[in-house]
DNA sequence: CTGTGTTGTCTATTTGTATAGACAACTGAA
DNA sequence: TTCAGTTGTCTATACAAATAGACAACACAG
């Protein structure tokens, strides 16, 4: 709720009340009518106009609407999704529970030789050759996560066409006899959506999100898959149960 | 390593260099010394002089030292600390794991009725007195971590003075007879931070946290402690491990 | 020592952001 | 119907950001 008044840290004054709106409705703080323009300039001690080019980027993204007269009003819009995470979570099924029509595309598919990093997660060589498949998951139509996944193609070969057929990443492996996968950790950190991923997620640049880096083991224990996504920060929240006691201690 | 070219989003060239310099620096992909000032500028389709800002900004920040006539070099700077989170882990042995010096203080005590929202994850009444702390967490003397915790005063009394006694959450909790405390879940969300929370952590306005909720219970089952914590996404991946199997399924 | 490369500083101009004021057009309650 | 409240649009000005050019000061290799 605060504005930085003076030294703006190169962020202009409306992205930040921009921002500040975003968040206050993602997290449930904003719903049904904002307060007046004037009520805004007030509270973050800028002029009306600041506060009108703030609601103008968000009535862009479609959090709000404004009438005339009337005022303006936070769109309809779901909160945060609980997506637990473990070791066989998967989107489709995480996204069915929340009650929204799960969906999704490869937006991309390369081959390129393995980084030491990947090729230690992995276990195979130093440039050996991964096949890369970059897919964008979308929530009742709207773009959510984006993610880039790593095989090893003499492990796993042919995952370009068996995601084209299947539309998923574990009946794939399936069809390649690598049933019962199993995630074996998730790291998560937080970084700015850049340009291009702010792009594939139809949101501001710099928009928060919850990145995730994974590794997938087959049933040998074998690690089949590694994985890096980013999830929009306002529309999830990751969920992990300890009930059971993961074994970092 | 994108800039935005024509629209830019309500955040400053400079910024989004700064941020992109940043991330680059934080995933390891440039140590050492930078390109020039000049290169950069070709990179990011710049003048040099908006490359100048950023490098400004990273300078003040402590990210990278300039040298006339060497050149500007990132400065020695310890990567992301990988922190295992788990039913009993405990910032003081992740810090320490890490390799790294673990403090913190107490930056804010108050009273507070609890909320629907905490009332129902502490199991208490509605507006029943919580006592809710803020502490700050440092790694070798910098700020990393803002967490708010809140304890339900009757059946947690005294925590403030508890902590200022013991210096430790757990330990202040055993005093009380809450020994092997554990907690139930942990819920992962990305913000960016607001000034408040900036100002605290020491990072330009709107960096990336990570922020988590979650509950912590004594042996009895019975809900003590509810937290919500923000974490420097550029300092921090939480590790969560799938091992044991985390019966999010 | 010279030349190339690099950062540092200064001046100037253009563009984007923020502020200000005013009025139009619409809404909804009295 | 009137009036208070609200958003929408237009014009104008001040300040910050971005760009441009030039030169100084330093580093380092040949």
């Given at each position: 709720m605060q504005v930085a008044t003076s030294e703006t840290a190169g962020i202009a004054r409306w992205r930040q009340i921009a921002d500040s709106l975003r968040?206050?409705?993602a997290?449930?703080?904003l719903a049904g009518a904002l307060p007046s323009e004037m009520r805004l300039a007030?509270?973050?001690a800028v002029n009306r106009h600041t506060v009108r080019r703030a609601i103008a980027a968000l009535s862009e993204e479609g959090?709000?609407?404004a009438a005339r007269g009337r005022g303006t009003f936070v769109a309809p819009r779901p909160g945060r999704i609980a997506y637990p995470v473990g070791p066989r979570s998967r989107f489709s099924e995480n996204i069915g529970a929340a009650s929204r029509e799960p969906g999704g595309s490869m937006v991309g598919a390369t081959r390129e030789?393995?980084?030491a990093e990947i090729a230690g997660l992995l276990g195979c060589g130093i440039a050996a050759p991964l096949t890369r498949l970059e897919l964008l998951r979308v929530a009742d139509g709207a773009p959510v996560i984006v993610s880039t996944l790593w095989f090893e193609e003499a492990r796993v070969p042919g995952m370009v066409a068996g995601f084209a057929e299947t539309g998923s990443i574990s009946r794939a492996l399936e069809t390649l006899g690598l049933s019962g996968c199993r995630r074996l950790w998730t790291r998560v950190s937080a970084i700015a959506a850049?340009?291009?991923d702010a792009e594939r997620l139809h949101c501001p640049l710099a928009t928060p999100l919850i990145q995730t880096t994974?590794?997938?083991a087959a049933v040998s224990g074998e690690p089949v898959q590694y994985a890096r996504s980013r999830f929009l920060g306002s529309r999830f929240e990751l969920l992990f149960d300890h009930a059971v006691g993961t074994t970092t201690d």
């Amino acid at each position: 709720m605060q504005v930085a008044t003076s030294e703006t840290a190169g962020i202009a004054r409306w992205r930040q009340i921009a921002d500040s709106l975003r968040a206050d409705i993602a997290e449930g703080r904003l719903a049904g009518a904002l307060p007046s323009e004037m009520r805004l300039a007030e509270r973050f001690a800028v002029n009306r106009h600041t506060v009108r080019r703030a609601i103008a980027a968000l009535s862009e993204e479609g959090l709000v609407t404004a009438a005339r007269g009337r005022g303006t009003f936070v769109a309809p819009r779901p909160g945060r999704i609980a997506y637990p995470v473990g070791p066989r979570s998967r989107f489709s099924e995480n996204i069915g529970a929340a009650s929204r029509e799960p969906g999704g595309s490869m937006v991309g598919a390369t081959r390129e030789p393995a980084s030491a990093e990947i090729a230690g997660l992995l276990g195979c060589g130093i440039a050996a050759p991964l096949t890369r498949l970059e897919l964008l998951r979308v929530a009742d139509g709207a773009p959510v996560i984006v993610s880039t996944l790593w095989f090893e193609e003499a492990r796993v070969p042919g995952m370009v066409a068996g995601f084209a057929e299947t539309g998923s990443i574990s009946r794939a492996l399936e069809t390649l006899g690598l049933s019962g996968c199993r995630r074996l950790w998730t790291r998560v950190s937080a970084i700015a959506a850049d340009a291009h991923d702010a792009e594939r997620l139809h949101c501001p640049l710099a928009t928060p999100l919850i990145q995730t880096t994974s590794l997938t083991a087959a049933v040998s224990g074998e690690p089949v898959q590694y994985a890096r996504s980013r999830f929009l920060g306002s529309r999830f929240e990751l969920l992990f149960d300890h009930a059971v006691g993961t074994t970092t201690d």
